[in-house]
């Protein structure tokens, strides 16, 4: 044979997810944390990495990680489970939750892999697009749920790119309007400093995700959990991969989260910046800033200057920021994460030179 038949037919026209991650001196497109994981905390790493037994599978459910995020949350074991990386845990979703014949409510503009996990699973997405000011239609929301034919849902929150919060009482509405299996997905909440975690105890189809990758400098390792009910979770362990999270993974994040209290001064510091971002963008004439609770800013460009072009242009001067410009809602629109002080003055006065 010289030729291999079609993949599956949902499959077609699909471009394979991009992220668009190209070398820079100053990257600030991924949502990374600008600092790595601090010296300290690195060679006890580097000690309990030793210890690995490279020869020997890991434990399945990474269950010594799994107590520690159980306690810190006040839940028992069952009510977590860990994933490489959140992607891992948005894609069991899919595969849990979604299939052919299945339904998947999304509010966009928000984060791409959703839709995009639900297309190439055959799942049916339903959209109820959020605002002009990017906040859920809360009252759309709950009537599409009402009809009672939607089998998940996932809220961002903050979302990206748009950086706004979903409140306790909004979800405690959505919650109550359905059965269906509602994630939200709180992976910047640590820049929020607010949860949905109070709703848990109330609602069985409520469930969270969580990840290392952000406020705890580990995107390189990849490692997220979820909080939910043991019922839910359980279906969850069905379809993932029984080895996904390898041994060097558990060891780093163990340690990492045993000393997550020392990433709060990093934390703040994103915080205070990401002030100084805002204030910095909404001083150059015709930007539009939105809000935000997370670690990273939308920002709109002035209707006679072409986004993609800024995009370019800033790239050439070594600065690697999100390109939103094409995606429906987001027209003109750009992310800059929030970096270390340096890299935000470099992007502020790049762009500031770029546009007058
Ligand atoms: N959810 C959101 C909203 C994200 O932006 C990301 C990372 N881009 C993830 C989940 C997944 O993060 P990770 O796989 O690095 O844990």
Redesign the pocket.
Known sequence: MDQVRPAAPQLQGVEPYD?KYIPADVMIS??ENPSDVPLEIRREIEHAVRKVKLNRYPDPLANDLRDMIAEANGLDRDQVLV????????FDMALAWGGPGRKFLNVPP??S?YAYNARILNTEVVEVPRRDDYSIDVDAVCDRLAQGDIDYAIF?SP???TGNLLTGAEIDRILKASDALVMV?E??FEFSRSTVRPSLTRHENLII??????AFSL?GV???YLLGSERVLREFKKVRLPYSVDAVSQAVARVVYANRAQFETGIEQIIEQRARVIDGLGALQGVKVFPSSANYVLFRLPADIDAAQVWQRLLDAGVLVRDFSRTPSLENCLRVSIGSPEENTRFLTTLKGILT
């Not at 994933?83 to 948005?90: A, R, S, V, W």
């Not at 995700?209 to 952000?214: N, Q």
């Open positions: 992220p991924a949502n994933g490489n990386g959140g992607d891992e845990l948005l928000t984060f892999v961002c979302n990206n790119p997905d992976a910047y995700l969580r990840t290392f990758s952000k995107a990849r490692m997220g």
